[in-house]
């Protein structure tokens, strides 16, 4: 079919490469204009950009798909179809309406079980077991279209929202190829969301990243996993010079019993308000991440010292 692909991070770029493997034609890739990144912050293009460009593909990074402009130019496309990944830009009607069959989009989540912008970091902070993405056909509510196709997946006791992102960009990727194949053969069944268990995954704000170990180890567990390896949960830590913020990039939850924030051992074992989690991997401010091991050979923390 003749395409249309909307994404901007990483995350998408696997469901662009899985359209082309399956010989769509991409009639143009939007992308959110280049931002200032690295040291230098000089401007560079998004992943999906950077991948397009490095295809061949047309592309346009308008700053708002809301331009009349922009909507006139992707309803000149001619398109059966177009595919949202992450792109990050609300779209109005004129361009939902604009493809013959409609604008669909892969999203991380159990609709209509997180809705929102951050599914994959709220699953794992909320303790949920099970996941997925699922291809849905987009209408004017936030993530509440009918459903075409899902794929589920096991959040496992290690996962974080950085192993999460890559499993399930993948198997989405391929969902959302099988998804298009249907559509285009008159096959797909588009199934109505329920609106019971509906929940709203909300961005990350700056003051849910430090962590509190007063609260419960499964709690303060599910939040380091959830926020890593980006924005990522942190807390301070002492040393001879003052206390070093330090971010808690991996753990798990395990027995133990202490004030809140006391280490437990010499292994990062760290006692909650209610059992204790042991740090696996850790990142200093201004520094590489690192195993719990080679971290504890640069930056010693014993048993009895408190981490804030």
């Known amino acids: 079919m003749r395409l249309a692909f909307l994404g901007t991070p990483d995350f998408a770029v696997p469901t662009l490469a899985a359209l082309l493997e399956a010989g769509h034609e991409i009639a143009c890739v939007y992308s959110q204009p280049p931002a200032p990144r690295g040291r230098g912050q000089a401007l560079k293009p998004t992943p999906v950009q950077a991948f397009a460009e490095s295809r061949g593909l047309p592309t346009r990074t308008p700053a708002s798909m809301k331009d009349p402009d922009e909507a006139a130019a992707f309803a000149a496309l001619d398109l059966d179809a177009a595919v949202v990944v992450a792109f990050g830009q609300i779209l109005t009607e004129a361009v939902l309406n604009a493809p013959r069959l409609g604008c669909y989009n892969l999203h991380a989540s159990l609709l209509p079980r997180w809705r929102g912008a951050a599914p994959i970091q709220r699953a794992i902070m ?74 709203y995954a909300r961005k990350i704000k700056p003051r849910e ?29 002492p040393s001879d010079r003052g206390p070093v913020r330090v971010k808690a990039l991996l753990c798990r939850f395990e027995a133990g019993e202490g004030a809140p924030g006391e280490l437990l051992d010499d292994g990062l074992l760290v006692a909650c308000g209610e059992g204790a989690v042991r740090i696996l991997r850790a990142q200093r401010e201004g520094r590489a991440p690192q195993d719990a091991e080679v971290f504890l050979r640069g930056f010693p923390l014993v048993r009895g010292q408190t981490l804030d």
């Not at 990243?209 to 301070?236: E, N, S």
């Open 126 to 199: 909320a303790g949920d077991a099970v996941t997925g993405a699922e291809v849905m056909r987009m209408t004017p509510g936030l993530d509440e279209g009918p459903v075409l196709a899902r794929t589920t997946s096991r959040i496992d006791a290690l996962d974080t929202a950085g192993t999460l992102h890559d499993r399930l960009s993948l198997s989405g990727a391929a969902l959302m190829a099988q998804a298009i194949d249907q559509i285009g053969r008159g096959e797909a069944r588009p199934v109505p969301q329920a609106e019971e268990g509906a929940t």
């Open 209 to 237: 990243t430090k962590i509190r170990w007063d609260r419960p180890g499964p709690r303060v567990d599910c939040q380091i996993r959830g926020l890593a390896p980006f924005p990522g949960a942190w807390f301070m830590a």
